[in-house]
Nanobody
Framework: QLQLVESGGGLVQPGGSLRLSCAAS????????IGWFRQAPGKEREGVSC????????YYADSVKGRFTISKDNAKNTVYLQMNSLKPEDTAVYYCAVGFPAYPLDRDGFDSWGQGTQVTVSS
């Protein structure tokens, strides 16, 4: 089973940028869909973005469309989430996950998860 480790979180001012990384070990990401999810205190974990296996189609939640970009480096077995124009409402713990989801931003179907990285957007 794949092991996933997220990094790149931190404290950033509104309007700033961060790039999250999700490094995989114990196998290749090539055959999986890879998703980014986030969970704010007191809220459900929600899908943020996903990149599919095969053609690498990308999907975004409406709340981040145009601001976040997901990408994958096959040589490094790593997926990234570039987050620009960050807002206070983006504050959450961000998780990456892999699996074979029926719907790209639905938690069901993702069965290997990282430990999460905290993103805080505040002045």
């Amino acid at each position: 089973q794949l092991q996933l480790v997220e990094s790149g979180g931190g404290l950033v001012q509104p309007g700033g940028s961060l790039r999250l990384s999700c490094a995989a070990s114990g196998g290749t990401l090539d055959y999986y869909a890879i998703g980014w999810f986030r969970q704010a205190p007191g809220k459900e974990r929600e899908g943020v973005s996903c990149i599919s296996s095969g053609d690498g189609s990308t999907y975004y939640a409406d709340s981040v469309k145009g601001r976040f970009t997901i990408s994958k480096d096959n040589a490094k077995n790593t997926v990234y989430l570039q987050m620009n124009s960050l807002k206070p409402e983006d504050t959450a713990v961000y998780y990456c996950a892999v699996g074979f989801p029926a719907y790209p931003l639905d938690r069901d179907g993702f069965d290997s998860w990282g430990q999460g990285t905290q993103v805080t957007v505040s002045s």
